[in-house]
């Protein structure tokens, strides 16, 4: 595929690329999944947005804060395309209400963060002095790494192909699928992508079977040093996933449950089936009584 520099031309002209009755404008759509391919080592992520088109049309607009080297419209070079404040445009063979219309686009991933978070992609370390590797979208973030709708009402499924070293666990939404060197995360859960749009990695890691929680299994991805297993009280949180259970439905994220620790900014952040706790609360100040409880609860 060639690069986007030709598509960066801010060609923005009506092509009609499929015959006369092709359609032809703007498009009106909403993403229904996100297929997301990370290399943790080349720092390159490639993100394809699946959209329902609402309304037919062969060009369209999305956010995308991401620089892009290359793009695709239904596995074809678009016909043409702009890229500027945030904003990624582009046109292509014209398509009509309900049919099927994939984006692709390919990126750097770049190491940086909004002011002192984590939101954005980061490479920190540990308790252990190992690199952890954060990928965190937060609210209106998803579009730092690609094509995305960052609205957050905005719901759909994922699936991420993640490439890294073969001493490393991902943890990411979904069913996991590891090999060596690549993990795959099926997600087909409805989640905002506030949250789901994220993934972390560690070689640190060691896990800790903690039970079931009501309908959930739940493991603990902890660290050595970090000690987190004795001071997380499972049944306080498995009575509570029920409580939540007989109010507003079954745990809605499979059946699993997975924490993890690492050198978060905050004292975690709960992402779908996957809820990431700092490393090092054990010198905290927290008012809590038992630190992780909030999080965890939350």
Known sequence: MRTMRRLLAALLTVVACGGDDSPVGDIDYQVRHYDVRVDLQSSTIAVAARLEVLTGGDCLSIPSRAAPS???????????????????SLCGEGVRADEPLTI????????ETW???????????DVEGAPFHYLVSWVGGCDRFG?????????????????????????CP????????????EADFSAPTYS??????????????????????VTLFDMPSSATAERIQGQVHSSF???????????????????????????????????????????????FAVEYEDVLTH
């Open 70 to 88: 290359s793009a695709s419209w239904n596995d074809r070079e678009p016909t043409a395309g702009n890229y500027a404040d945030g904003v990624l």
């Open 104 to 111: 692709e686009v390919s990126a750097d991933l770049a190491e």
């Open 115 to 125: 002011a002192d978070t984590q939101v954005g992609y980061s490479i920190t370390t």
């Open 147 to 171: 094509p995305c709708d960052p609205t957050p009402s905005r719901y759909a499924t994922y699936r991420f192909e993640v490439e890294h070293s073969s001493d490393m666990r991902v943890l």
């Open 174 to 185: 979904g069913t996991i699928t590891q090999e060596q060197g690549l993990t795959i995360c």
């Open 196 to 217: 789901a749009f994220g993934l972390a990695a560690s070689s640190s890691w060691t896990e800790v079977d903690l039970g079931s929680w009501d309908t959930a299994d």
């Open 241 to 287: 996933l029920s409580w939540m259970g007989d109010r507003f439905g079954p745990y809605p994220y499979g059946d699993e449950l997975r924490l993890a620790v690492g050198p978060t900014k905050w004292r975690g952040f709960e992402h779908p089936g996957n809820i990431v706790l700092n490393d090092d609360l054990r010198n905290s100040s927290s008012p």
